[in-house]
């Protein structure tokens, strides 16, 4: 019995896995692009520009599908790296939670039905404002409408994301609301361009004339200038989740620390949140994300699943585990979401197997020489 | 206890009221557009070919915000007859059941998170194909999508529409299905236009060389030639609801039958569905809404509320007794849900009183002089 949560690390005690009771959980994940994401060297999301604005529509597509409509073939690196929407989309159906897609600006509209915040993409931080103030608001306002209307049904709200170079949009947010994340966010790639982001976001700053905490008081400007539509939509779902009595999980990494400050200088109760992430975030030693999170919030409840990638047959899963990927599309939180539903009956290892025949069957057969 | 769900009409005995368990509906409002209601007559829902097209996205923002971005004021006639939207929000609220607004190809986007199933708006049937063949594929497809998620969460999924001249439609899909609707259809006027819709349906099938139950094993045919883009996604849904083991209601008139023998040609088991509306549907002494139902299906369950608008003091409501408007925006299946689901703490007189103040506070204001 003491070894049925086996594969959830609880990071700092403050939750009780065998407490916790989920019986109808839903998963949001929500996709954006940011212009940012033009800048060469921040994100491994995709092997060219085009590809890189393609991957939240890929990932989104398939969640649904197990395949792709927008791109020939699947999400993945070019050597076979799967995007992390291969662990989401295996521990949704394990466990038989419902999903939904929120387009918070998207480039390219997925070939799904999905639910629309009308929002513009977001535009390259380094040259422009982020987004304007208005679409930061729609973003929160739209959100709260669909969080107050999730939690008349469901009993935890698990909230993902795929945007990429989505952690170089949380760094200048950060920054500005006064949370000194400098060298601590995670990456999608081994070797975390750490100098690459400060450069950007220093250059950015700059710019505008914006200092360390700079917006602690004003979150929506602090959005607008460094952030990205994936920020207030998640915070405005995981806000009307709160102030009707729900539970939310934010499931990810660096980009759910961003949410985290957004809500806390919006002076929120986050004593229903909790963050949902993969061991490999935890791991990660190029970043720093236990000491972010907890500069955040000292009271947030922290999970990370071991999914005993390490152990994985297959070349590009076991590369989870040597530092590239790590996490994405609400990877972590589905999967520890999907173990407390089934009340145990899977774990982390049972996962991996049901993912790894996923990828036999998805994706394997485009890399079967490289694996 | 005989008298807890009074007000509610069990229409076939074919469904015992006190039997029914609803713990965690939902209601999903499905938005269209179709040209033929440029047709003049067909409709009252708007003043003008305007608002006739604001029509869906007012209803929308209603159920929302209690008032609309789109128009100044409220969906009403001239003289303050309101949408049933008005209905519909009161009883949602009420008994806290969520809902989801989804664009079936609306005209005019409505400011609110929407849903995207992203059809075209549907053709004047009198000079056009109503919709390729592609659309109606893709409303079924992703209703199906939507439906099977919602089941995961859900224990009863309540389809409503708000589509203007949508009888109309109805009505030429159902000929073309082999039922037999000629003046049993309903309409939003006391004065039924079955002359006209009848001419119109008549001269679409005439052109295209279309004879009565010529689609009957053709269904997606059949939309393609006669239907609109609410009729293929609201059937998805239920057929994604049904194929995963839960429950539908129907809530509408004449537009819902439509819905139902499209399922019926596709050979889906209705066992799991039911019909809910008004009793104004059930009165109306101009259609024949019993004898077309049963004609589509024998064993179909059929609720109606009485919501005692007779007796209201608000003469833009009293006027649903007097053959106006009388159903839509899922008016009569979300009362019925809501009584359902409150255990009968309501019935119909409790939720016109509220009702009525809902009206006194958004609508009456703006017709103080002619109530």
């Known amino acids: ?31 954006s692009h940011t212009e ?19 991957t939240p529509t890929a990932d989104a597509e398939f969640l649904y599908y197990g395949k792709c409509k927008c791109i020939n073939g699947v999400p993945a690196t070019p050597d076979g790296k799967p995007t992390p929407a291969i662990i989401t989309r295996t521990a949704l159906n394990i466990a038989s939670i419902p999903f939904l897609v929120v387009d918070a600006g998207v480039k390219i509209k997925p070939s799904i039905p999905f639910y629309s915040f009308d929002l513009h993409c977001g535009n390259n931080i380094l040259n422009n404002l982020a987004m304007i103030l208005e679409d930061v608001k729609k973003g929160y306002q739209y959100g709260r409408i669909l969080g107050e209307q999730l939690t008349k049904s469901n009993d935890l709200v698990i909230l993902g994301e795929s945007i990429p170079s989505g952690t170089t949009t949380a760094l200048g947010v950060l920054l500005s609301l006064g949370i000194d994340a400098i060298n601590k966010t995670s ?19 700059q710019r505008h004339n914006i200092k360390f ?15 990205d539509p994936m920020i207030p939509s998640v915070a405005g779902i ?57 500069s955040i919030d000292k009271e947030i409840g922290v999970l990370a699943v071991d999914l005993h990638m390490k152990e994985s047959s297959k070349r590009g899963l076991k590369a989870f585990s040597e530092g590239f990927v790590k996490e994405g599309v609400g990877a972590g939180g589905v999967s520890i979401a999907s173990i407390l539903k089934m009340k145990g009956k899977i774990n982390g290892s049972k996962l991996l197997k049901r993912i790894e025949e996923e990828y036999q069957l998805k994706i394997g057969q485009f890399f079967s020489g490289r694996m």
């Open 1 to 31: 019995m003491e070894r049925l949560f086996e594969d959830i690390i609880v990071v700092n005690n403050l939750i009780d896995v065998k407490e916790i009771k989920i019986i109808n959980p839903i998963f949001i994940c929500v996709i």
């Open 238 to 294: 995981a806000s009307g989740v709160l102030d009707n009595g729900g539970r939310v999980m934010l499931a990810g990494g660096t980009q759910m620390c961003a949410v985290l400050a957004f809500l806390k200088c919006l002076k929120i109760n986050t004593k229903n949140i909790s963050i949902g992430t993969t061991k490999y975030i935890l791991d990660d030693s190029q970043a720093g994300f236990e000491e972010l999170v907890y």
């Open 213 to 227: 905490g700079e917006f602690k008081n004003k979150p929506f400007t602090a959005i607008s200038y460094m952030g």
């Open 36 to 54: 940012t994401s033009r800048i060469p060297g921040l994100t491994i999301a995709g092997a060219n520009l085009d590809l890189i604005q393609q």
């Open 187 to 205: 990456s999608s790639m081994p070797c975390n361009p750490h100098e690459l982001k400060n450069q950007v976001i220093r250059s950015s700053m």
